[in-house]
C-alpha cells in the first residue's frame, strides 16, 4: 500500500485541478473550496482575478494533513530503500516533537521539515498576491528555518538532529544555492582579495570566505553554536529531463555548419517525453561544528551531493554518479554559463582576446 501511494504521488506532482474538481474529491461544495482557497487553509494558484488553479499534490497534503515537503521527504525515503521514517514520534524528555525520526545501521537520525510556504516571517505585511520589488536578504528566510529547528532540538543535545528544507513557492529563498545555504550556516559569503596598498594592486587571487551573521557561529565570541544540528539538507525535484534537453538541443546546434537564427532554434527544438523526467534528489551542507555528525553513507542517491569540511574549506564531498555525469556533458558544452559567457568561451578558444575593450591596459 505505501508503493502504491508513493507511485500516486508522483503521477500527482505536477497535475492542476479547478476548484469544482477539488470540490468533486473532497465531496464538499464549491463555496468551500473558494472559502479554504481565500482563508489559506487550501493552497492554491490565482491565475486571474476569478479564477484558481490548486496542484493536485497541495490537495493530497490537505487530505493526509502533512506538509508537502512532508510528503515528498518519506518519498525519498522510500526511493532511497531507507525505510519508514516514525512521524511526530515521543522522545523522553523532550518539550517539543521533531518531524521525523529515522533509525539507520542502529543509529536514530532525527530530522525537522521545513518549507517556505506559509512562512508569515518572510512575507511579513505583503497580502495574498501581492508582488514585491526591491533588495532582499538572502538568507533571512533560510536562517529563520534554523532558528525554529534549533528551538525543536534543545531537548535533542545527544542527539543526532538535521534540517530538512524544501522550497517551489518563495521566489526570495534559494535553497538550490550552495551560497545562500552555507552562508546562512556560517556567515554571509564575501571576498578577500590580498592588496598592495602601496602600489594599489592586487597581489593573490580573490578568495571566498565567510564574514558575520552565521547561525553556526556565535556573533559575539565567534565560537560554534547550534552544534545540535548536525546538517542542514535541502531536498528538491530536481528536473533531469529539463538538463537533458539543454544538452541533447546544444550538441544539435554544434553539429549544424552555420550559426541558427532563433526561429530555426525554435523550430529544431522538439520537445520529447523524456524532457518532463523529473527526480527527487538531497543536498547535504554538513555543519563542521556539529557534536554529533551526520553518517556518509545516507542520503548518497544518484542525483544527490554533500558539502562538508575538507583541508579547511567547506567543499563537495561526495556527488552522485548521474548528476557527476550530467554536470560533466554540461561543462563541454559551457552550459553552466550564460548566453554571453558561453559566446566569450568560444572566442577565447579561438584565440581571440576577449578582454572588455575599455578595461584593455588598465591594469598591470
Given amino acids: 500500500m505505501i508503493i502504491a501511494y508513493y507511485v500516486y504521488m508522483d503521477n500527482v506532482a505536477n497535475r492542476y485541478l479547478t476548484p469544482e474538481q477539488a470540490a468533486e474529491r473532497l465531496q464538499l461544495g464549491v463555496e468551500t473550496v473558494y472559502k479554504w482557497l481565500r482563508s489559506g487553509k487550501l493552497r492554491g494558484r490565482r491565475i486571474s482575478h476569478k479564477a484558481w488553479r490548486i496542484a493536485e ?11 508537502i515537503s512532508e510528503l515528498f521527504f518519506e518519498q525519498y525515503l522510500s526511493e532511497q530503500g531507507l525505510g519508514n521514517a516514525d512521524h511526530h514520534p515521543e522522545f523522553p524528555g523532550a518539550t517539543k516533537i521533531v518531524d521525523y525520526r529515522l533509525l539507520h545501521n542502529g543509529k536514530q537520525l532525527w530530522f525537522e521539515v521545513k518549507e517556505f510556504d506559509d512562512d508569515r516571517k518572510l512575507f511579513a505585511g505583503q497580502k495574498p498576491g501581492q508582488v514585491r520589488v526591491g533588495a532582499y536578504d538572502p538568507y533571512k528566510g533560510i536562517r529563520n528555518k534554523i532558528n525554529d529547528a534549533w528551538r525543536k532540538f534543545r531537548d535533542y543535545d545527544r542527539e543526532c538532529c538535521s534540517l530538512v528544507l524544501f522550497n517551489e513557492g518563495a521566489n526570495n529563498v534559494h535553497i538550490t544555492s550552495g551560497n545562500c545555504v552555507l552562508g546562512a550556516m556560517l556567515g554571509d559569503i564575501t571576498y578577500s582579495i590580498p592588496m598592495d596598498f602601496e602600489k594599489g594592486i592586487e597581489t593573490g587571487p580573490a578568495t571566498k570566505i565567510f564574514a558575520g551573521r552565521g547561525k553556526m557561529i556565535h556573533p559575539h565570541t565567534k565560537e560554534p553554536q547550534n552544534t545540535t544540528i548536525s546538517a542542514v539538507i535541502t531536498l528538491e525535484r530536481f528536473p533531469v529531463g529539463q538538463h537533458e534537453a539543454r544538452i541533447r538541443f546544444a550538441n544539435q546546434e554544434a553539429n549544424e555548419p552555420v550559426q541558427l537564427s532563433w526561429k530555426e532554434r525554435i523550430l529544431m527544438r522538439q520537445p520529447q517525453p523524456s524532457d518532463a523526467e523529473v527526480a527527487l534528489r538531497t543536498v547535504v ?80
Avoid at 57 to 67: A, K, P
Fill in 57 to 67: 499534490v497541495d490537495l493530497m497534503s490537505l487530505i493526509q494533513g502533512q506538509n
Fill in 285 to 364: 551542507y554538513e555543519n563542521p561544528h556539529a557534536a554529533n555528525p551526520l553518517p556518509v553513507d545516507i542520503f548518497t542517491g544518484p542525483f544527490d551531493e554533500r558539502w562538508g569540511l575538507v583541508e579547511n574549506r567547506i567543499d563537495l564531498t561526495v556527488i552522485g554518479p548521474r548528476m557527476e555525469d550530467l554536470k560533466k556533458r554540461e561543462r563541454e558544452l559551457d552550459l553552466p554559463f550564460g548566453p554571453y559567457k558561453r559566446y566569450l568561451e568560444r572566442r577565447k578558444r579561438a584565440g581571440f582576446d576577449t578582454r572588455p575593450t575599455g578595461l584593455r591596459g588598465t591594469f598591470a
